[in-house]
């Protein structure tokens, strides 16, 4: 199954939404934490079914740290593009305030000031954000196809690649400059479709997701733990508690350390996409014992 690459595919959801405006008749009154949800265990289950994982395409689930606002993207009804929607929690209400043309997957830096978005991003300004911008020419290019970027509080950047075979890449900061990206190794870059890295705010786990052999039928999620003289290890397939025989793709792990977050195809041509979380224990279950 081919991974989404959504500006290039048209997909049709069968909820139709009939209010033009930010109402909050679109969604139910959402009070506490994650939106009000009670959190998983450690077998995944949909995030806010009914409520933001519906029929149809609900995707790229994230929460800026502060764990006060909620990103995701949908597409269908009068969502005629894939568009992303923001909640922010108001007096312990969860509340639609915006809403903006996608343009690449959503990740927040460790601080929360910048929202990284493929080869761009917006940077907090006040109560909102400012106009999307470039990362610059060394990002921002033809030959290059960025889907979405994670970065590190150390200000390390892991992108994919989807023009160039899907491949995923990496640069750091050094003395302050920007370097290069550089292809990582096999460990990563192995199998079909490899895409959607999150690397942990302390550069302890690198998490995507690929088809491989061994895998459970389609994009599995992977996760890889930075070993002492700071190379990459075996590439660790997440288990059945996470990964299914569908489309298991783009986790991030919520800013409190808590959840997993991470898409899941629910048909075989994944017209129908939700959003799946997790107890984040799992990470420390697959990591290696010293």
Not at 25 to 38: I, N, S
Not at 93 to 121: C, D, L, N, Q
Not at 141 to 166: H, P, Q
């Amino acid at each position: 199954m081919n991974r989404i690459v959504i500006s290039n595919i048209l997909l049709f959801c069968v909820l139709s939404m009939s209010h033009k405006t930010y109402s909050q008749d679109e969604y139910p009154v959402m009070e506490g934490q994650y939106l009000g949800q009670k959190p998983p265990g450690m077998m995944a289950e949909p995030f806010a079914p009914g409520i933001i994982s519906r029929q149809g395409w609900e995707l790229e689930g994230v929460f800026a740290p502060g764990m006060k606002e909620f990103y995701f993207t949908t597409k269908g009804g009068k969502y005629k593009q894939p568009t992303v929607i923001g909640f922010r929690q108001q007096n312990n209400v969860w509340k639609k305030y915006i809403e903006f043309m996608r343009r690449g997957e959503i990740v927040f830096a460790p601080s929360g000031t910048r929202m990284h978005m493929a080869e761009g991003y917006r940077e907090r300004m006040g109560d909102g954000w400012t106009e999307r911008k470039s990362l610059g020419p060394m990002f921002d290019r033809d030959d290059w196809g960025i889907m979405r970027l994670s970065a590190s509080a150390k200000g390390t950047y892991v992108f994919d690649d989807y023009k160039s075979n899907d491949v995923i890449r990496i640069s750091t900061l050094k003395d302050g400059k920007r370097q290069a990206p550089t292809l990582m190794g096999p460990i990563i870059n192995t199998g079909k479709w490899t895409a959607h890295p999150f690397i942990a705010p302390d550069e302890s786990y690198l998490i995507w997701d690929s088809e491989r052999e061994g895998g459970y039928g389609d994009s599995d999620l992977y996760i890889s733990f930075r070993q002492k003289d700071s190379s990459w290890g075996p590439a660790i397939n997440m288990g059945d508690n996470v990964n299914s025989d569908k489309w298991d793709a783009y986790a991030s792990v919520t800013p409190d350390g808590k959840y997993i977050l991470f898409n899941r195809g629910m048909d075989d041509d994944n017209n129908n996409v939700d959003i799946y979380w997790v107890n984040a224990n799992i990470i420390e279950n697959l990591r290696p014992k010293l």
